[in-house]
């Protein structure tokens, strides 16, 4: 009679699977945001929605380009402020929170990266990033959250002056890992047969950097084309993209996509 007990012990075992799987896939969802600017004239927001059936507890964490905590005000839609370089981020299904950033002293001027924990719920996010130089709005970009990947197109259509960025495409990567990693970047030409190498990215875990990529090719002033990053070694990062367009009032800001993707052929 010792089927019936194996075959019970089966069945617990099965349902036990059945609990658990739900469960563990709850357990944690990641957003990353590659760029955050505070100070400087710059805030930014966190619009962050639960468009799940369960309620969603996580924690906004903002880190600097250094790799240390970021420490700013915090004020949530929901009334609480702090100043800190965290924030729990709790949200019913359906609804939405929003965390504006912004510079805990006069002098604090911060460029960095942030994430949201969280389990339960389904999240979604964008920031969005203000420039209010003398107190008024200026310009305005909104990026949304997303995943790590491993390799990123970016299109680049650039005009850079003598005297200024007319028009300049300019990136943020940060590495959430726990390892060092390298990012291989190249330009290519609008019709794929030209293919230049820039310097690559090197970041260390938690580390974060900006910059236009005419600043890593200065023969590069006037191009059109694509940028490629390549995770070296199945290293995977958080980008986003940006363009800056000069105005008779100051730089205006633009997000732009960036696609998870390359061509085979480009290495």
């Known amino acids: 009679m010792k089927c019936p007990i194996r075959f019970l012990a089966i069945i617990a075992t099965v349902f036990a699977l059945a609990w658990a799987v739900p469960e ?14 505070v100070g400087s004239g710059f805030t930014t927001t966190f619009t962050l929605l639960n468009t799940g059936d369960t309620l969603l507890n996580g924690n906004l964490i903002l880190t600097k ?47 960095g990266w942030a994430r949201v924990e969280s389990s339960g719920g389904t999240l979604g996010g964008v920031a969005t990033f203000e420039y209010l130089p003398s107190g008024e709005l200026q310009t305005i970009a909104g990026v949304l959250s997303a995943d790590v990947t491993p390799v990123a197109t970016i299109p680049v259509d650039d005009n850079v002056g003598t005297q200024q960025c007319v028009s300049c495409t300019g990136y943020a990567v940060a590495n959430p890992g726990s390892s060092p990693i390298s990012i291989r970047v190249v330009e290519v030409s609008a019709d794929g047969t030209t293919v230049t190498p820039l310097d690559p990215i090197n970041l260390d875990p938690g580390k974060h950097t900006a910059a236009f990529f005419f600043q890593d ?10 940028a490629v990053l390549i995770g070296q070694g199945g290293a995977t990062f958080s980008v986003v993209a940006l363009v800056q367009v000069q105005s008779t009032t100051g730089p205006l800001y633009t997000a732009i996509p960036v696609i998870p993707a390359k061509a085979p052929k480009i290495n």
Do not use: K
Not at 24 to 37: D, G, K, L, R
Not at 84 to 95: F, H, K, L, R
Not at 218 to 224: C, D, G, H, K, L
């Open 65 to 111: 380009s250094d790799g240390t905590p970021m420490n700013v005000n915090l004020s949530l839609s929901s009334g609480s402020q702090v100043t800190a370089s965290s924030v729990p981020v709790p949200i019913q299904p359906g609804g939405s929170l929003f965390v504006t950033a912004t510079a805990a002293n006069p002098g604090d001027s911060f460029t």
């Open 24 to 37: 563990m896939m709850a357990q944690s969802t990641t957003a990353f945001f590659a760029q955050v600017a």
């Open 217 to 226: 090719n200065a023969a590069a002033r006037n191009f059109q084309g694509s």
